[in-house]
């Protein structure tokens, strides 16, 4: 487990240092595919102050209920979702945006197949 885990921090370190390296053009959409009844992540910036990462949800699956110490910005690239933030409801679908202030309770769950960055700021 430790080889395995040791590869993808490499894996992480690598497209953090080759984003930092020089600047891309980058589609998101195309950085992150789907994977039958899974949740498929791909971190781009991990940072002291916040990270920014991909997600791609198969339809009907989610995360459940919990919290965060920090704002975190969902942008919906693709599909539909349904998340919940305090209790409430909230239906997004591509180009939407939201902000789930920190220490909130929240969950989200995939409408259809979805894609989402999120955007996490520790300051």
Known sequence: MFAKNNIRAQEKLKMV??????????KLKDMINYQKDS???R???DKETGTVTLFAFDKGQGLSEHTAPYDAMVYVMDGEVEITISGK???????????????????????SKFKMLLVMVRD
Not at 17 to 26: G, R, T, W
Not at 100 to 107: D, G, I, S, V, Y
Request: no cysteine; net charge negative.
């Open 43 to 45: 971190t781009i910036i």
């Open 17 to 26: 240092i080759q984003m930092s390296e020089s600047p891309k053009v980058l």
């Open 89 to 111: 409801p909230y239906h997004l679908k591509e180009e939407d945006m939201i902000v789930m202030p920190a220490n909130e309770p929240h969950a989200l769950k995939a409408l």
């Open 39 to 41: 949740v498929v992540s």
